[in-house]
């Protein structure tokens, strides 16, 4: 328990960053009207693609006997390639609606 709090003490700048990330992120997001919010969102799923690169390279560079480490790059992988993929159909459903039917 010493050692938590002590790493909650050490990392107090970083606790406050995220924090405050998460209540502009909420304003930011609730301010957009309704009618933007799912190309902002599907825009904004398809810049997960960073979040690939990171896994795969953190998956490259960490040791063959780190599996916890392994286990998570990988599901970063594959719920990033998710995220960036529904980022993608969504986008193309919603400018199937736009297109002038024959």
């Known amino acids: 328990m010493e050692q938590i709090l002590l790493f909650f003490g050490d ?3 970083i606790f ?5 990330s ?4 909420i304003e930011v997001i609730g301010g957009v009207p309704t009618v933007l919010h799912t190309p ?13 690169v990171g896994a795969i390279h953190v998956m490259l560079n960490v040791g063959n006997d780190n ?5 998570l790059g990988f599901l ?3 719920l990033g390639t998710l995220n960036v993929v529904g980022g993608f159909v969504v986008t193309d459903r919603m400018l199937e609606m736009f297109k002038k039917k024959k």
Do not use: D, Q
Request: charged fraction near 5%; avoid cysteine; hydrophobic fraction near 65%.
């Open 76 to 78: 970063a992988v594959v």
């Open 11 to 13: 990392n107090r700048e």
């Open 40 to 52: 902002l969102m599907s825009g904004a799923n398809a810049i997960h693609g960073v979040v690939v």
């Open 67 to 71: 599996y916890l480490a392994l286990i």
């Open 22 to 25: 998460v209540f502009v992120g």
């Open 16 to 20: 406050y960053f995220v924090i405050l």
